[in-house]
């Protein structure tokens, strides 16, 4: 584990956290009632939640698997979230059992379950941060103790970027530009677009929790890719991403508000 000598690991019940909510929606048991409240109130305006949960995970296991397949064998995951089997080391390092795998996040209750992170093949390697991503330069010096940043990297952010603000678009250009050539961007977030009503409910909430939210549309989304190859199809509803049996038979009970892309520099 890297990063977390000085890190909090005091868990904050007080109010609810996005990893706890979002581990509540995906079925997990690492919640507390502020969090299952929290989860409950936006379920009960945005009925998508459960399921748009579900389909973003998919999307992950998805664009790792297809980056994995096409060679990559370097990922840095940051706002990985409460471990949920199966986690990205998993998936990469099921196709590549050599993969070398960076988590990131800046709750103490993801630091606190990191453990459950590290897990990987003995010819891999999967190492855990605690650190904010807007804290760049701490973060890509601790992922290069383990990753080779002169080699390519699949940088992902997945429903991460809908709790940054737009400096979030200048964060991520100077992510990539630390990234050598043929490395990957993916990243998936909340959309606004399928029911504006009901997702400026869902930011309101989360705001009031002491939590920002930017919901972007597909457009203000795409400008996360600038100067990047989009791979097929492009951005896109997550449940389209080079959907498989599951997302198809999910996209039958209606579509869910988030968006998604993965993009190679070149
Ligand atoms: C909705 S969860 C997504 C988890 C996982 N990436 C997935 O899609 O299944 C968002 C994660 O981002 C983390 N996060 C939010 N803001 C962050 C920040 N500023 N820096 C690092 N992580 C952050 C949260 O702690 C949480 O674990």
């Known amino acids: 584990m890297t990063g977390s000598e000085t890190a909090p690991t005091t868990v904050d019940t007080s109010r609810p956290h996005p990893a706890r ?6 079925g997990g048991k690492d919640n507390y009632p502020v969090d299952e409240e929290l989860a409950r109130r936006i379920l009960a305006v945005d009925g998508t939640a459960v399921r748009g949960a579900k389909a973003n995970r998919r999307f992950m296991h ?33 196709v590549a059992s050599g993969a070398r795998v960076v988590y990131a996040d800046n709750d103490p209750i993801v630091l606190r379950h990191a453990q459950a992170l590290l897990t990987g093949t003995a010819e891999g390697s999967t190492d855990y941060v605690h650190a904010d991503v807007r804290d760049p330069d701490t973060i890509l010096r601790l992922a290069a103790e383990s990753l080779d940043l002169e080699q390519p990297v699949a940088l992902s952010l997945v429903a991460l970027t809908h709790y940054l603000d737009d400096d979030a678009y200048d964060l991520l250009a100077g992510y990539v530009d630390a990234l050598a050539p043929g490395s990957f961007l993916v990243l998936s977030q909340v959309s606004p677009e399928l ?55 999910a996209a039958k009970e209606g579509a869910v508000p988030v968006i998604a892309g993965v993009a190679r520099k070149r």
């Open 21 to 26: 909510v979002y581990d509540w929606w995906l």
């Open 62 to 94: 998805r664009a790792v698997r297809t980056l994995a397949e096409q060679g990559v064998r370097q990922f840095l995951d940051i706002g990985t979230g409460i471990p949920t089997e199966p986690n990205l080391h998993q998936v990469a390092q099921g």
């Open 195 to 249: 029911d504006p009503p009901a997702i400026e409910r869902v930011s309101d909430f989360f705001r009031t929790s002491g939590t920002p939210f930017f919901p972007r549309t597909a457009a203000e989304f795409g400008r996360f890719f600038a100067g990047l190859d989009l791979l097929e199809p492009g951005v896109c509803p997550v449940l389209d991403w080079r959907p498989e049996a599951e997302d198809e038979a």
